[in-house]
């Protein structure tokens, strides 16, 4: 099992990015997918979970209404758009099969 991530980077407050990830090594279309971040000086905290169908989605609630995760099975891959960022949203993001694996991250820095 394999999960990269990527797309991460240094942007403004109000900025935008959009984080991929890759997956192999499992049947991707068949399992949950879910982005987890770890914050500076916090634990690790659950951003976003999109169901093998691509419909059933969920959000935290300190991201939900400005980042929106998205599938395409076609290329076993993930993804979260990340709107109107903020300094509190800095951290390294990982993209998490919970039964299977989580990836190495990528790091979004927010600063201005």
């Known amino acids: 099992v394999q999960l990269v991530e990527s797309g991460g980077g240094l942007v403004q407050p109000g900025g935008s990015l959009r984080l991929s990830c890759v997956a192999s090594g499992f049947k991707f279309h068949e399992n949950t997918m879910n982005w987890v971040r770890q914050v500076p000086g916090k634990g690790l905290e659950w951003v976003s979970r999109i169901l093998a169908d691509g419909v059933s989605i969920y959000y935290s609630d300190s991201v939900k209404g400005r980042f929106v995760v998205s599938r395409d099975n076609a290329k076993n891959t993930v993804y979260l758009q990340l709107d109107r960022l903020n300094v509190g949203d800095t951290g390294m993001y990982y993209c998490?099969?919970?039964?299977?694996?989580w990836g190495r991250g990528t790091q979004v820095t927010v600063s201005s």
């Open positions: 998490v099969q919970r039964d299977l694996g």
